[in-house]
């Protein structure tokens, strides 16, 4: 079993990371008895690919370091590009054709809940900041439900990020700065990750952005349960 080993040789922000192929437990004692590491975190995962660490994690990798959900990641070094604005396109991937074999599994799994509830409503989204992005398949119950904690971190703490789990893998990373926010997405599909856009906006303009966003995701997401319901309604004859 591959063990991965998180670790910290000073009080800086982020963490390096080392494979050793050896149980945790063995890793525990090589920590303690002859490596000088001032924190470390100690985890069994065979991979640490980008894909590996969105899926089985909420590590963020940036600037050549790794970050856990509790760490402050530093402000970047580097210059964004700033903008006034930005567009999102949004359209309810099965809003125009139902698909029953979805609509039976979870009649039929009523009692598995995903985190945010049973239907997986997949919305194609598309930013206009680069116009040479993949478009995105965004889950509108997943999106609704951690979106807004990711506002309200930002404004209370001025730095938070958001994970997008289903069907794309990618990362918001945010900072407020000035009455601006800096915005950096990240790409986890790949061998290495990608920065798709670093981008400087307004504060307001940018939370304004995001609660019409989630508005909008609650709207597929009510419209695809309300059709849902219809569906069992009449195939199995249930209220």
């Not at 009455?179 to 504060?203: M, T």
Request: net charge negative; charged share 30%; glycine share 4%.
């Amino acid at each position: 079993m591959r063990t991965t080993i998180f670790y910290k040789t000073n009080n800086f922000t982020g963490w390096q990371m080392m494979k050793l192929q050896q149980t945790k437990e063995e890793c525990e004692n090589l920590c303690k008895r002859y490596y000088n590491f001032s924190d470390y975190k100690i985890m069994e995962m065979e991979q640490t690919t980008p894909s590996e660490l969105h899926l089985l994690t909420d590590i963020v990798f940036f600037e050549g370091k790794y970050y856990f959900p509790e760490d402050k990641i530093s402000y970047p070094t580097t210059e964004p590009k700033i903008m006034k604005d930005f567009q999102v396109s949004m359209r309810w991937e099965g809003k125009s054709e139902i698909d029953s074999t979805d609509y039976d599994e979870v009649y039929n799994k009523q009692g598995i809940n995903w985190g945010w509830g049973y239907l997986w409503t997949n919305v194609i989204t598309k930013f206009s900041v680069n116009e040479n992005m993949d478009e995105l398949g965004v889950v509108a119950q997943g999106f609704i439900a951690n979106f807004s904690p990711f506002l309200e971190k930002l404004e209370k703490e001025g730095q938070a990020v958001y994970h997008n789990d289903e069907y794309s893998p990618f990362k918001w990373l945010a900072w407020i700065k000035n009455n601006s926010v800096r915005l950096i997405h990240q790409d986890y599909r790949d061998e290495v990750v990608q920065i798709e856009f670093d981008i400087l906006v307004d504060k307001d303009w940018f939370l304004h952005f995001g609660y019409n966003m989630i508005k909008t995701m609650q709207e597929y997401a009510d419209s695809d349960f309300t059709r849902y319901k219809k569906y069992i309604e009449e195939k199995y004859k249930v209220k």
